[in-house]
């Protein structure tokens, strides 16, 4: 394998831009870098001109899943008189599956099953997303 490409000094920086002069996209030499490193100076070498190049941030494209001001993450879950005919009432010697119905007893709530996660010690948890409470963990199969 030979190593064909452009031999670019290592000071040298090589950025390629678009001319709108010459029409044209080249390998544009950097020759000044700004103070503030958001923008440089290309030099065209086609109608050896200069241009600004901005240089773009992409860190801001990640989407914070977090919701905005703290407010309630998820819409509680509203239950069909069949969800709560249907549902299961909380024991924590039980276990459940995922999208089964709870009804706890003590709080008077329904909720659903959205999952299910061991911790460490092998004790058996369920996420449910009461339609009160909201999303509370409780514990299964204890016992
Ligand atoms: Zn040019």
Same mark, same amino acid.
């Given at each position: 394998?030979?190593?064909?490409?452009?031999?670019?000094?290592?000071?040298?920086?090589?950025?390629?831009?678009?001319?709108?002069?010459?029409?044209?996209?080249?390998?544009?030499?950097?020759?000044?870098?700004?103070?503030?490193?958001?923008?440089?100076?290309?030099?065209?070498?086609?109608?050896?001109?200069?241009?600004?190049?901005?240089?773009?941030?992409?860190?801001?494209?990640?989407?914070?899943? @977090?919701?905005?001001? =703290?407010?309630?993450? *998820?819409?509680?879950?509203? %239950?069909?008189?069949?969800? #709560?005919?249907?549902? /299961? &009432?909380?024991?924590?010697?039980?276990?459940?599956?995922?999208?089964?119905?709870?009804?706890?007893?003590?709080?008077?709530?329904?909720?659903?099953?959205?999952?299910? @996660?061991?911790?460490? =010690?092998?004790?058996? *948890?369920?996420?449910?997303? %009461?339609?009160?409470?909201? #999303?509370?963990?409780? /514990? &299964?199969?204890?016992?």
């Amino acid at each position: 394998m030979t190593q064909s490409r452009k031999g670019v000094k290592s000071e040298a920086r090589v950025i390629e831009q678009y001319c709108s002069v010459c029409k044209k996209t080249f390998d544009m030499e950097v020759v000044e870098e700004a103070e503030k490193n958001d923008v440089l100076w290309l030099k065209c070498p086609g109608c050896e001109g200069f241009l600004p190049y901005m240089i773009e941030s992409e860190e801001e494209e990640e989407n914070e899943v @977090e919701a905005a001001g =703290g407010g309630q993450e *998820t819409a509680p879950e509203d %239950f069909s008189a069949e969800d #709560k005919e249907n549902s /299961l &009432e909380y024991d924590k010697a039980m276990t459940y599956k995922i999208d089964d119905i709870i009804y706890h007893r003590s709080w008077n709530d329904y909720g659903k099953v959205v999952a299910k @996660e061991t911790l460490p =010690g092998n004790r058996k *948890t369920i996420l449910v997303n %009461f339609g009160h409470q909201g #999303k509370i963990r409780l /514990l &299964e199969g204890e016992g």
